[in-house]
């Protein structure tokens, strides 16, 4: 099968009509038309095999998860996801690999209207790049900078899913034969954590105007909120045992392996933002109301760094702080 048709069935899969798409796949570039008062917001991300996925990875979770990635950075800027391109490169020319790919995408974008509006098909080995597009009303964009000492530190939903879920999938792990034993339901439903992440679109614009900074939980909490400290010019003390972990994480695992991977396991997608304390309880009614419930899990101080304590008050040192492909 050529590049071409390939790229005509991964479109047939993905069409979403857009008014403002002017100019869609199949000439030289995209058109596009950015409503008046709005700002466009552009992310991109990549998952190379082997590095960011396990060989034999599904290929309806692997289109899934490109995107979601993506959408991630722009839930963490607060912004409205529009318009997505897709560059693919593929060992082989594989029909079947390439439909599932393209179905695994477009059930996630089409929550969200999103057109892919082009692309880029090459043989090599299997890496999945996507550039997102978004919009955001003029001069709303959250950032990592904007926190204040005596902001709130929020996280939503559960951190450490997807660590675990990772561990459930290697049988070289030491726990290997433990974690097999488990419930399947309870391995299922951290492995789709893994595989199928939920960015928080609807938080990021509800933290528009409220929270003081953002970013998305993708390297690891300690390592992101490192970020925000960076970028605020500020530092944070969390409390460990208020980091959220889900119950299956808790089943599968013992406490100090659990409170390991939430606190630097990645790959969760969740946000981490900050918010003025007379500002807080609003907003975490508003997350409630979404069905995302947001927890806090500290307090951003003067200085520099994360500092994280237990529940007896005294600081712990984390070995491991997330995820970084450079580092030595
Ligand atoms: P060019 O040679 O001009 O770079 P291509 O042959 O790479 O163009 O692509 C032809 C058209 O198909 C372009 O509009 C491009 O955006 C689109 N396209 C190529 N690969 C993909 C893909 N993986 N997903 C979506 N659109 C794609
Ligand atoms: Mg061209």
């Given at each position: 099968m050529s590049e071409f048709e390939l790229i005509e069935r991964l479109l047939a899969r993905t069409r979403q009509k857009r008014g403002d798409?002017?100019?869609?796949?199949?000439?030289?570039?995209?058109?596009?038309?950015?409503p008046k008062g709005h700002q466009l917001v552009a992310a991109t991300d990549t998952l190379v095999e082997d590095v960011h996925f396990r060989l034999g990875t599904a290929p309806a979770d692997l289109g899934w998860k490109v995107l979601a990635v993506n959408l991630s950075d722009l839930a963490a800027m607060g912004a409205s996801p529009a318009w997505a391109m897709?560059?693919?490169?593929?060992?082989?020319?594989?029909?079947?690999?390439?439909?599932?790919?393209?179905?695994?995408?477009a059930a996630l974008a089409s929550r969200y209207k999103l057109a892919l509006i082009?692309?880029?098909?090459?043989?090599?080995?299997?890496?999945?790049?996507?550039?997102?597009?978004?919009?955001?009303?003029?001069g709303t964009a959250l950032t990592r900078s904007g926190a204040?000492?005596?902001?709130?530190?929020?996280?939503?939903?559960?951190?450490?899913?997807?660590?675990?879920?990772?561990?459930?999938?290697d049988?070289?792990?030491?726990d290997a034969d433990e974690l097999?034993?488990?419930?399947?339901?309870?391995?299922?439903?951290?492995?789709?954590?893994?595989?199928?992440?939920e960015p928080r679109i609807a938080v990021g614009h509800a933290l528009r105007g409220v929270a003081s900074s953002c970013i998305d939980v993708s390297?690891?909490?300690?390592?992101?909120?490192?970020?925000?400290?960076?970028?605020s010019g500020a530092g944070a003390r969390i409390d460990a045992g208020s980091v959220p972990r889900s119950d299956a994480l808790q089943r599968l695992f013992n406490p100090?392996?659990?409170?390991?991977?939430?606190?630097?396991?990645?790959?969760?997608?969740?946000?981490?933002?900050?918010?003025a304390a007379d500002r807080a309880n609003a907003l975490s009614g508003d997350l409630a109301r979404l069905g995302c419930a947001a927890t806090r899990i500290g307090r951003i101080i003067e200085g520099e760094g994360v500092q994280v304590f237990d529940d007896d008050g005294s600081e712990i040192h984390p070995r491991q702080r997330g995820w970084n492909h450079f580092s030595t």
């Open positions: 798409v002017v100019i869609g796949p199949g000439d030289d570039a995209a058109v596009l038309a950015v897709l560059s693919l490169t593929l060992p082989a020319s594989d029909a079947a690999f390439v439909d599932a790919l393209g179905d695994g995408f082009g692309g880029d098909t090459t043989r090599g080995p299997l890496a999945l790049g996507v550039c997102v597009l978004g919009l955001l009303p003029d204040k000492p005596g902001d709130l530190i929020y996280v939503t939903g559960t951190l450490g899913d997807a660590a675990g879920g990772l561990r459930c999938l049988r070289n792990d030491s097999m034993a488990a419930p399947a339901d309870t391995r299922e439903h951290l492995v789709a954590r893994l595989n199928r992440p390297d690891g909490l300690l390592a992101d909120l490192a970020h925000i400290c960076r970028g100090q392996q659990a409170l390991a991977m939430a606190l630097a396991g990645g790959d969760d997608y969740e946000l981490c933002f900050t918010v």
